[in-house]
């Protein structure tokens, strides 16, 4: 884990970018963003956000937060195809940045203007031949997290993870994901024998993520219910009598 301070030390002179994921992958930790977000501003160092792990399960509000890039895919917690995302861009740095790349213009009917690069807007991040199905798959991900409320989803996560938190604490399981921090969906914990463990709980239906070897994450979404969380549990239960 690491602060405000932390990223302070490491930028110089020389720094363009600062790039951190929203919530990080492996224990849900997220970072203090708007306080690094001041740091970069006061720097004049762009700041910009890997929030795959953040949109669809907690709700956020780009305008609020002192970030210049975001962008995330539609497979994770959008539970989206793979192949789709999308990025979100402050006007003013969308204009100051240069594209890497130019593509078929297909947004214009001017002849004269032959790249996507020559717009000022989110246009010219475009490219030629978008995937389609993909884009047609997340909107319809979109319209479903739209119609449940992002709000909802983040509350009903977090009675799942603080449930899970409450119960495996009885067991004396080694909790890997930090209590301080704001409720995510990544919810990492540590076993003796992982192996035994996710063979365990795969033969009950669930499929698990093991992480450095060494622990696992379990990321319920707005799908799961208290009753997925207590099959859960009792196969825990089980596994620490040693069953």
């Not at 914990?189 to 365990?200: H, I, M, R």
């Not at 799908?223 to 069953?243: L, S």
């Given at each position: 884990?690491?602060?405000?301070?932390?990223?302070?030390?490491?930028?110089?002179?020389?720094?363009?970018?600062?790039?951190l994921?929203?919530?990080t992958?492996?224990?849900?930790?997220r970072p203090?963003?708007?306080?690094i977000?001041?740091?970069?501003?006061?720097?004049?160092?762009?700041?910009?956000?890997?929030?795959?792990?953040?949109?669809?399960a907690?709700?956020?509000d780009?305008?609020?937060?002192?970030?210049?890039?975001?962008?995330?895919?539609?497979?994770?917690?959008?539970?989206?195809?793979?192949g789709?995302?999308?990025?979100?861009?402050?006007?003013k740095?969308?204009?100051?940045?240069?594209?890497s790349?130019?593509?078929?213009?297909?947004?214009?009917?001017?002849?004269?203007?032959?790249?996507?690069?020559?717009?000022d807007?989110?246009?010219?991040?475009?490219?030629?031949?978008?995937?389609?199905?993909?884009?047609?798959?997340?909107?319809?991900?979109?319209?479903?997290?739209?119609?449940?409320?992002?709000?909802?989803?983040?509350?009903?996560?977090?009675?799942?993870?603080?449930?899970?938190?409450?119960?495996?604490?009885?067991?004396s399981?080694?909790?890997?994901?930090?209590?301080?921090?704001?409720?995510?969906?990544?919810?990492?914990?540590?076993?003796?024998?992982?192996?035994?463990?996710?063979?365990?709980?795969a033969?009950?239906?669930?499929v698990?993520?093991?992480?450095?070897?060494?622990?696992?994450?379990l990321?319920?979404?707005y799908?799961?219910?208290?009753?997925?969380?207590?099959?859960?549990?009792?196969?825990?239960?089980?596994?620490?009598?040693?069953?």
């Open positions: 884990m690491f602060d405000e301070r932390d990223v302070e030390r490491l930028i110089d002179a020389k720094t363009r970018v600062v790039s994921p929203h919530i992958p492996a224990i849900g930790f203090p963003v708007e306080k977000g001041t740091l970069c501003r006061d720097h004049g160092i762009l700041f910009m956000l890997d929030a795959i792990q953040s949109v669809g907690v709700a956020i780009v305008e609020a937060l002192p970030v210049d890039v975001i962008a995330t895919s539609g497979h994770k917690w959008l539970c989206g195809p793979y789709a995302g999308f990025m979100y861009c402050r006007s740095t969308t204009r100051d940045l240069v594209p790349f130019s593509a078929k213009l297909y947004t214009s009917s001017d002849s004269s203007r032959y790249d996507t690069a020559d717009y807007d989110a246009r010219r991040w475009e490219y030629g031949s978008p995937n389609y199905s993909g884009i047609y798959g997340l909107g319809a991900a979109l319209e479903m997290i739209n119609e449940i409320g992002i709000t909802k989803i983040e509350a009903h996560i977090g009675k799942m993870t603080s449930l899970l938190r409450e119960s495996l604490t009885s067991y399981i080694k909790i890997v994901t930090p209590a301080s921090q704001d409720i995510s969906g990544i919810f990492s914990f540590k076993v003796n024998d992982v192996g035994a463990f996710t063979e365990k709980t033969d009950a239906g669930f698990l993520s093991v992480r450095g070897g060494s622990y696992i994450r990321s319920p979404h799908f799961n219910d208290e009753a997925d969380i207590e099959k859960f549990i009792d196969i825990v239960a089980t596994f620490a009598r040693g069953n």
